[in-house]
């Protein structure tokens, strides 16, 4: 397993890394999609977000990278509100990895993983090495797949890069919005074992949008159970089981029985 840089890089101003919700209302119009909201993410902790459809997960993560602003309340990140951060500065230090991957076609794998290593000026010899670690990290021989096209890959291999582009640049925090959603079932028990191992090793800030019980339990240090724009459950996968809120014992019964 090769070793990740330093968890903050020598540029990064993050000391503390941990993600704050502070009485945040999230509104269009004149529906909420997010009420009240109020949550501590410890650095080196994986959250696991978990919710029906529609419940407000990727809402939710989206203030964290401020894809979105609040309409009132704070999200800090760093101990700074999200709205005193340079967009740009706060997403350079923030993973992003979505279902869809976001990879750019016309841009080759390698190009797309070594992106944001290459925004914060990267010479060319620590990227190159960083986009051929990054791929043989999530099993992708980097002789076969640096240089073809997202269009040439499978939809498994195109979540391995946008989860190696994700990594790359080292960032102390990562937002994970359904990763893994749209894998084959082995493909995805993989691919939740390499991440939960990583994760040991990096102990990164994540937190992970999932509407799967099995992977919040599987991936989540804690877990946070979205309901109607509400954090309605907040606790360690033993603290879910006991709880008596509705959605959660309707997620309860979701979990397998012995077939
Ligand atoms: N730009 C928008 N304008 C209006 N409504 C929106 C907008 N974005 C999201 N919504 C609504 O907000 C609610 C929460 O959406 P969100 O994407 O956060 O849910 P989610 O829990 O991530 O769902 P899923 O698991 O299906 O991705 C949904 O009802 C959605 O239709």
Not at 206 to 226: C, K, N, P, S, Y
């Amino acid at each position: 397993m090769p070793q990740s840089t330093s968890r903050n890089s020598p540029n990064d101003d993050l000391s503390n890394v941990k993600v704050e919700f502070r009485d945040v209302n999230f509104r269009i119009g004149r529906r909420d999609l997010v009420s009240q909201v109020n949550l501590t993410i410890n650095q080196g902790e994986a959250l696991l977000l978990l919710g029906r459809s529609g419940s407000g997960k990727t809402t939710t993560l989206k203030l964290i990278n401020r894809l979105l602003i609040p309409t009132s309340g704070q999200v800090l990140v760093g101990d700074r509100s999200t709205q005193e951060w340079d967009a740009i500065a706060l997403r350079r230090k923030i993973g992003y990895a979505i279902q869809e991957t976001g990879l750019f076609p016309h841009f080759t794998v390698g190009e797309n993983v070594g992106l944001v290593p290459s925004l914060l000026q990267w010479s060319r010899p620590k990227l190159e090495a960083r986009v051929y670690e990054m791929l043989n990290l999530m099993g992708l021989e980097p002789e076969v797949f640096a240089q073809r096209y997202p269009q040439q890959l499978s939809g498994g291999q195109r979540q391995r890069v946008g989860i190696a582009r994700a990594l790359a640049a080292d960032p102390p925090i990562l937002l994970m919005d359904e990763p893994f959603g749209a894998l084959d079932p082995i493909t995805r028990l993989e691919l939740q074992q390499q991440f939960r191992y990583l994760q040991k090793q990096l102990g990164k800030t994540v937190v992970f949008v999932t509407h799967d019980i099995q992977e919040a339990f599987f991936l989540g240090t804690r877990i946070g159970l979205m309901h109607e724009g509400q954090l309605v459950v907040l606790g360690s996968k033993e603290e879910f089981m006991r709880s008596p809120h509705p959605e959660a014992q309707a997620f309860m019964a979701c979990l397998p029985t012995n077939l």
